[in-house]
């Protein structure tokens, strides 16, 4: 196996660590190896839709980076037919987007809100 070295917070070092506990795993190496995977498989089946399509995308963010967040929306107001904001503990937003479109914007919408480092958590659901 290649040996790699990455970067990464204390505190998500302390989460893996309690995940690994938690869950089993036998090391670190395991539970990233796991969920690189799972982000893997995620984005395979990202890919595979096709076509018209509705969804919910969830977000979870720092409320400094509400300004990150409306400016990527704008760019996709033609897809997003309903938005909802909502303040969390902790100075975190959560934001749920109801979208209706082509898949392949779907998707790019996806990707600049995954790929602007910004959010905590991001999730895609197509239905």
Given at each position: ?127
């Amino acid at each position: 196996m290649t040996v790699i070295s990455i970067s990464i917070s204390k505190k998500l070092l302390e989460e893996i660590d309690a995940l690994k506990d938690e869950m089993g795993f036998s090391s670190r190496s395991d539970i990233i190896r796991t969920a690189s995977r799972m982000l893997i498989d995620e984005k395979r089946k990202e890919m595979d839709i096709k076509g018209e399509v509705n969804g919910v995308l969830f977000l979870i963010h720092k409320r400094e980076v509400e300004d990150k967040v409306n400016n990527i929306k704008h760019d996709y107001e033609d897809i997003i037919n309903t938005q909802i904001h909502s303040h969390l503990k902790n100075k975190n937003c959560l934001e749920i987007f109801i979208l209706e479109g082509g898949a392949e914007k779907i998707r790019e919408l996806t990707s600049r809100f995954r790929n602007c480092g910004k959010m905590e958590h991001l999730k895609l659901i197509i239905i």
